[in-house]
């Protein structure tokens, strides 16, 4: 059974007002029907559901995110630190042998394993202690993301029924994102892999299915073998970025006066590529990116996110 979690008022209600009208045992009889329905068994719903309440944390971290005011320059400081540049680089020799099959399987190179890896979880370090069973099933009661967060639960549910994980080994962040490599429910179900062999597709403990899984969500994400994630350029004058999904030629952004930041000319490759300028006043550095930057995009949809994972794959293998 899952255990209760601390600070719970003795009506089992979060701490902080609640979106949803219904008493918590209703809406998780309701839940509980429907997970029958969906072929959830009713010794995993016995097991992980009884007693299950609401962790009033969760609702106010969910409701007291970031305004996302950091700049990015202040960002990539604190995210691409000497520590965690040393420490990729660390795990890139440890890991050379397991990476190089990786690679070899999934085609993606080790060192953007490395860095999402990295990035994600402090190379495994920081994973997240909530339960997510129960952090999935307050933030769907709560009802602001109600749809996306029970269709997350069920999944949850789907993974403990096939025997990947036990309900109390089942921990993650106050949002759902489990494991080494932080997937949520349903990108666990699409893209996790047991590249150990022993049965389950393990992505708290197994460093096999941990970067076996980040390389496989990447590759089925759409990433491109023998192209990087872009580079650093300097603007003509008066060049606005518009972003990774305005896709030009590389050809036409160097016939535009684009050129790479130390001003020289861009490569001859005919790949397409976008203009990103991370800074939200424009200002800053401005990246050229390609498709493999969209790819990262697809794992966070934010320019900060993707951007440091990719300067952090790049500086674990700078000498």
Same mark, same amino acid.
């Given at each position: 059974?899952?255990?209760?979690?601390? =600070?719970?008022?003795?009506?089992?209600?979060?701490?902080?007002?609640?979106?949803?009208?219904?008493?918590?045992?209703?809406?998780?009889? @309701?839940? *509980?029907?429907?997970?029958?329905?969906?072929?959830?068994?009713?010794?995993?719903? @016995?097991?992980?559901?009884?007693? /299950? &309440?609401?962790?009033?944390?969760?609702?106010?971290?969910?409701?007291?995110?970031? @305004? #996302?005011?950091?700049?990015?320059?202040?960002?990539?400081?604190?995210?691409?630190?000497?520590?965690?540049?040393?420490?990729?680089?660390?795990?890139?020799? &440890?890991?050379? #042998? +397991?990476?190089?099959?990786?690679? *070899?399987?999934?085609?993606?190179?080790?060192?953007? $394993?490395?860095?999402?890896?990295?990035? @994600?979880?402090?190379?495994?370090?920081?994973?997240?202690?909530?339960?997510?069973?129960?952090?999935?099933?307050? /933030?769907?009661?709560? #009802?602001?993301?109600?749809?996306?967060?029970?269709? &997350?639960? +069920?999944?949850? /549910?789907? !993974?403990?029924?096939?025997?990947? !994980?036990?309900?109390?080994?089942?921990?993650?962040?106050?949002?759902?994102?489990?494991?080494?490599?932080?997937?949520?429910?349903?990108?666990?179900?699409?893209?996790?892999?047991?590249?150990?062999?022993?049965?389950?597709?393990?992505?708290?403990?197994?460093?096999?299915?941990?970067?076996?899984? !980040?390389?496989?969500? /990447?590759?089925?994400?759409?990433?491109?073998?023998?192209?990087?994630?872009? %580079?650093?350029?300097?603007?003509?004058?008066?060049?606005?970025?518009? =972003?990774?999904?305005?896709? %030009?030629?590389?050809?036409?952004?160097?016939?535009?006066?684009?050129?790479?930041?130390?001003?020289?000319?861009?490569?001859?490759?005919?790949?397409?590529?976008? $203009?990103?300028?991370? &800074?939200?006043?424009?200002? =800053?550095?401005?990246?050229?990116?390609?498709?493999?930057?969209?790819?990262?995009?697809?794992?966070? *949809?934010?320019?900060?996110?993707?951007?440091?994972?990719?300067?952090?794959?790049?500086?674990?293998?700078?000498?």
């Amino acid at each position: 059974m899952l255990a209760v979690a601390a =600070g719970l008022l003795p009506t089992g209600l979060p701490a902080v007002a609640q979106a949803n009208e219904q008493p918590f045992p209703v809406w998780l009889g @309701e839940f *509980r029907q429907e997970a029958l329905t969906n072929g959830i068994s009713p010794a995993v719903l @016995e097991a992980v559901l009884t007693g /299950l &309440e609401p962790i009033p944390r969760v609702i106010e971290l969910d409701r007291r995110q970031p @305004e #996302g005011t950091m700049t990015f320059a202040t960002y990539r400081t604190r995210v691409v630190a000497e520590p965690r540049i040393q420490q990729g680089r660390q795990m890139l020799q &440890e890991n050379a #042998g +397991l990476l190089a099959e990786v690679e *070899r399987r999934y085609g993606v190179p080790a060192r953007f $394993i490395v860095a999402l890896w990295g990035i @994600e979880t402090s190379y495994g370090r920081v994973t997240g202690n909530f339960p997510v069973v129960a952090s999935l099933a307050t /933030l769907a009661y709560d #009802g602001r993301r109600a749809a996306f967060f029970r269709s &997350e639960l +069920l999944n949850a /549910l789907r !993974i403990l029924q096939q025997g990947h !994980i036990t309900p109390d080994a089942m921990l993650g962040s106050w949002a759902g994102a489990m494991g080494q490599s932080q997937f949520m429910p349903s990108s666990f179900l699409n893209h996790a892999v047991d590249l150990d062999g022993d049965g389950r597709r393990d992505i708290w403990n197994s460093r096999a299915d941990v970067l076996g899984s !980040i390389a496989n969500y /990447l590759a089925s994400s759409g990433w491109v073998g023998g192209f990087t994630w872009g %580079r650093e350029v300097r603007l003509p004058a008066g060049m606005v970025a518009a =972003g990774a999904d305005e896709q %030009r030629p590389l050809a036409e952004w160097a016939r535009f006066g684009v050129v790479q930041a130390d001003g020289s000319p861009l490569p001859a490759a005919d790949v397409a590529a976008g $203009i990103v300028t991370p &800074e939200r006043d424009g200002s =800053g550095p401005s990246f050229i990116v390609y498709e493999n930057y969209r790819v990262l995009m697809r794992w966070n *949809r934010s320019n900060y996110f993707a951007l440091a994972v990719s300067d952090l794959a790049d500086r674990i293998v700078q000498p």
